[in-house]
C-alpha cells in the first residue's frame, strides 16, 4: 500500500476524513509502525494539502467493513417499501489533534455513508423504488451503535434514478451522568450566566451543557469552551444552549428547540456535535427549558439536528443529513511511518 485512500464527509458541518481498512491492510499498517495520532493531527489540519479538501475535525478508521446484499425478491419488495441491506463496521476516530475519541454521533452518520457509498447494490437495483436504506452496526470505543442510513431517489428527465443526500439516524446509548462539576467551575459559570442550568452527561464522551438566555458567539465559545474544560482532567466537550422558537406570549409554554454553540476536545469551536446536541436536549427536557416532546430540533452554526426520546429505555436517537465532500490519496511518507 502506497497511500491511504482517504473520503470526506460532513453532518451539519462537522467533517471527518474516512479511511476504510480490511484486518490484514490495518494489520500491515501497523507493522510498518504508523503513528495513527500524528497521521490525524497532519491529515486533519485545515492547512494540509490534502487533495483541496481542507483538513477536517477528525479521522475515523472504518475497519472490516462487511454488508449484507438486501433481498430483491419480488416479494419482499412488495411487502416493504424498499429491501433493506445491513453492515458492520468497526470504528477508531481521532480527534483534529491526534487524541482519540470514543464516539463521535455526527462521526458515526458520516462513516456509515462512506460503508453505503463503498457498496452500493442500490444503484444497480433501485428500479422504480423510492428510497433505499442500509442498517449498519459500529462497534466504537464506547460500545455498539446502530446508524440508520436512508437515501431517498429521484427520477430525472431521462428515466435514471439519482439518490440525493441521504437522511441519518444514529441510535444514541441512554445519557449517563457525566463528571461532577466543581466548585470553582460552578463559581466561574456563575459569573458569565448567573444561575442558570448546567450539568453533565455521558453518552460515550463526557459533555458539559450550560443553558443561557442569549445566543453565544464563536470567540466567546473559544475562550470560555477552553477555559471551562481545563477543570476537567480528561477534558470534556462544552455546549452552551438557549431556547429557539418559542412565541413570546406569556401562555405558549417552553419553546420546541434550542440553539447550541459547541467547543469539543480535541478539536475546538466546531460547527456541530451529534452526541453534544444528545446530551443538550437531554438535559434541557430535564431542566423544563424545551417542550417535553419526542423530538427536539437543535439549531447550530452547521444546520439543524433533531434528537427523539424512543424505546423504553429512553434510548435517544439522533436524526441528521450527511454529504460527501471529496476523495483524495494521501501518500505513505513522513514521521509518522516507519518510526
Known amino acids: 500500500m502506497d ?29 510498518r509502525h504508523l503513528d495513527w495520532h500524528v497521521l490525524a493531527s497532519r491529515v486533519c489540519h485545515r492547512q494540509a494539502d490534502i487533495g483541496a479538501l481542507g483538513g477536517a475535525d477528525g479521522l475515523i478508521l ?16 412488495n411487502e416493504a417499501s424498499c429491501p433493506d441491506g445491513t453492515a458492520s463496521v468497526r470504528m477508531v476516530l481521532y480527534n483534529s489533534d491526534g487524541s482519540r475519541a470514543g464516539m463521535s454521533g455526527n462521526g458515526s452518520a458520516c462513516l456509515a455513508y462512506a460503508i453505503a457509498s463503498a457498496q452500493d447494490p442500490w ?14 452496526k459500529i462497534t466504537t470505543d464506547s460500545g455498539l451503535r446502530t446508524v440508520r442510513w436512508r437515501s431517498p431517489y429521484v427520477e430525472t428527465d431521462d428515466g435514471e434514478h439519482v439518490s440525493i443526500e441521504p437522511h441519518i439516524d444514529v441510535i444514541m446509548q441512554p445519557v449517563e451522568a457525566g463528571p461532577n462539576i466543581c466548585s470553582e467551575l460552578h463559581e466561574l459559570i456563575t459569573e458569565t450566566f448567573g444561575d442558570s442550568p448546567r450539568g453533565t452527561g455521558d453518552v460515550g464522551n463526557p459533555h458539559l451543557v450550560i443553558a443561557t438566555d442569549r445566543e ?9 469552551g477552553a ?13 452552551f444552549v438557549w431556547p429557539i422558537g418559542g412565541d413570546s406570549g406569556a401562555k405558549s409554554g417552553p419553546p420546541p428547540g434550542l440553539g447550541m454553540a459547541v467547543w469539543e476536545r480535541g478539536a475546538g469551536v466546531t460547527d456541530a456535535c451529534g452526541t453534544g446536541a444528545v446530551v443538550a436536549a437531554t438535559l434541557a427536557r430535564e431542566w423544563g427549558l424545551v417542550r417535553p416532546d419526542i423530538w427536539t430540533s437543535v439549531l447550530m ?8 426520546q424512543i424505546g423504553p429505555d429512553g434510548a435517544p436517537q439522533l436524526q441528521i443529513w450527511a454529504e460527501h465532500v ?9 514521521p509518522w511511518l516507519d518510526a
Not at 428500479?127 to 442500509?134: C, P, R, T
Request: no cysteine; proline share 4%.
Open 301 to 308: 452554526h452547521g444546520g439543524s439536528a433533531t434528537v427523539a
Open 326 to 334: 471529496g476523495d483524495t490519496e494521501w501518500p505513505l511518507l513522513g
Open 227 to 239: 477555559s471551562y474544560e481545563q477543570h476537567f482532567p480528561a477534558g470534556i466537550n462544552v455546549e
Open 3 to 31: 497511500g491511504l485512500r482517504l473520503t470526506k464527509y460532513q453532518a451539519l458541518g462537522n467533517d471527518f476524513l474516512i479511511l476504510l481498512l480490511t484486518d490484514s491492510e490495518k494489520a500491515a499498517l501497523d507493522a
Open 62 to 77: 472504518g475497519i472490516d467493513p462487511a454488508w449484507s446484499e438486501p433481498n430483491w425478491s419480488e416479494s419482499a419488495v
Open 216 to 224: 453565544v458567539e464563536a470567540e466567546e465559545t473559544k475562550s470560555l
Open 123 to 136: 444503484s444497480q437495483r433501485i428500479s422504480d423504488l423510492q428510497e433505499a436504506y442500509l442498517t449498519v
